[in-house]
């Protein structure tokens, strides 16, 4: 199993056939393959799923005491389907799409994040935002309206679009709409009512993270991997709650003066987070670093994973 662009193989994608005597179901392994085993002579449809994405293989056939191979080689690989519908607002610092893109994910559509004008166009309009499945909040957006004197409007529709079944991520400076519209799931930082007060963290390049996620530790075939943060001041989760799922943790260095000149470390905090407001709604993903513009090879990696969470 691959993403749709025919390349890149997925693991921890759900594999499943419903038989006359129950389902049986397994997952892909870090090579994108699956191995279904007792199924009962018959025709079936197989069934496959990562995060929100699937696809089917139809009328398969399989006959008593045989194996049943799909796909032409080991080397070809069966797409997940490009049926998503998918919101990126811009931001500043990073390039979400250009991830999805690489992944074969097209269908989307863009909305400028740098002038605010998503609040009113995309946030604001609900019926709109129930036409997307997944909405990606860039770094750099402008996220003045979750001030004081904010759109309420705009944070409601936004906790309604999850609480529907629909997912967002969001990356670094984003956090704020994260905090503001989730504020039990990930502690950020500082106090919850100082807007960007978490963006404090110290730029630093190939620091070793720990995955602490099971899934996606056999994803990577791996547990010690290379962060980037490049870029300075960006925003330190201190903690999650219990109902959160921990990917990475790592340590980092806090700024400990605006200018930076003396610092703190901060030992196994969370560097990617994820989770459900509920148990029917959608995904919240949140991670520290950037979707694009500071990858290493495992940083990319982990990026491609994560979309097929959402």
């Known amino acids: 199993i691959c993403a749709p662009n025919g390349t890149t193989w997925l693991a921890n994608a759900r594999v499943w056939v419903d038989t006359p005597q129950g389902t049986v179901e397994t997952q892909t392994d870090a090579n994108g393959r699956f191995v279904l085993t007792n199924v009962p002579p018959g025709t079936y449809t197989v069934n496959v799923q990562a995060g929100s994405f699937q696809t089917q293989f139809p009328n398969v056939v399989v006959r008593s005491n045989e194996i049943t191979e799909i796909g032409d080689s080991p080397d070809q690989c069966v797409p997940l389907e490009d049926n998503h519908k998918i919101a990126v607002v811009t931001g500043e610092w990073d390039q979400v799409q250009v991830v999805l893109n690489r992944l074969g994910i097209n269908n989307i559509d863009l909305y ?8 009113q166009t995309l946030l604001g309009d609900y019926t709109l935002m129930q036409t997307y499945d997944v909405i990606f909040f860039n770094c750099g957006i402008d996220d003045s309206f979750l001030g004081m004197a904010g759109n309420p409007v705009a944070v409601q529709n936004t906790r309604a679009f999850v609480a529907s079944g629909k997912s967002i991520y969001a ?4 956090y704020d709409l994260v905090e503001v519209a989730w504020p039990d799931f990930i502690d950020f930082y500082g106090a919850d009512t100082d807007r960007d007060g978490s963006q404090v963290g110290q730029e630093g390049e190939n620091l070793p993270g720990t995955v602490v996620d099971p899934a996606l530790r056999n994803a990577l075939s791996t547990q010690n991997v290379a962060i980037n943060f490049n870029l300075p001041a960006w925003a330190i989760m201190s903690g999650a709650s219990s109902n ?3 990917y990475i943790r790592g340590t980092v260095e ?3 003066d605006l200018f930076c000149s003396s610092s703190e470390t901060l030992s196994n905090v969370p560097l990617t987070v994820g989770f459900h407001p509920a148990p029917t709604a959608g ?3 949140y991670t520290s670093f950037h979707q694009e513009r500071q990858t290493t090879a495992d940083m990319d990696m ?3 994973m994560l979309v097929f969470e959402l």
């Open 283 to 285: 995904k919240v993903i």
């Open 171 to 174: 990356s670094d400076w984003a």
């Open 244 to 246: 959160s799922r921990v």
């Open 254 to 256: 806090r700024c400990a």
């Open 112 to 119: 400028s994040g740098e002038d605010a004008s998503y609040v």
């Open 302 to 304: 982990i990026l491609q």
